[in-house]
């Protein structure tokens, strides 16, 4: 089993990045998908959740109406667009596969959000 996010980098703020999360191992259209960051000397921080289907999305309130999670199926990837970026976006986002009992988290891709 395998996650494997990227695109994360350096974004100036009001900037955009999209972050991409592949997946292998395992059925990934079966699963219940999530974006989870931490920004440095804190805990997690849950960001956005979606459906097995993608039709069903969720997000944390500080990052409505910026951020769109999406996944494609055919490809096993699960996508966070990030957009009108803030400097308190600065952390290492997560992605995370959860079926009942069985989850996965990927290792991670550093966002910096800074002039």
């Known amino acids: 089993v395998q996650l494997v996010e990227s695109g994360g980098g350096l974004v100036q703020p009001g900037g955009s990045l999209r972050l991409s999360c592949a997946a292998s191992?395992?059925?990934?259209?079966?699963?219940?998908m999530s974006w989870v960051r931490q920004a440095p000397g804190k805990g997690l921080e849950w960001v956005s959740d979606?459906?097995?289907?993608?039709?069903?999305?969720y997000y944390a309130d500080f990052v409505k109406g910026r951020f769109t999670i999406s996944r494609d199926n055919a490809k096993n990837t699960l996508y966070l667009q990030m957009n009108s970026l803030k400097s308190e976006d600065t952390a290492v986002y997560y992605c995370?596969?959860?079926?009942?009992?069985?989850?996965?988290w990927g290792q991670g891709t550093q966002v910096t959000v800074s002039s």
């Open positions: 995370n596969a959860n079926r009942g009992a069985a989850q996965y």
């Open positions: 191992g395992f059925t990934f259209s079966s699963y219940y």
């Open positions: 979606i459906n097995s289907g993608g039709r069903i999305t």
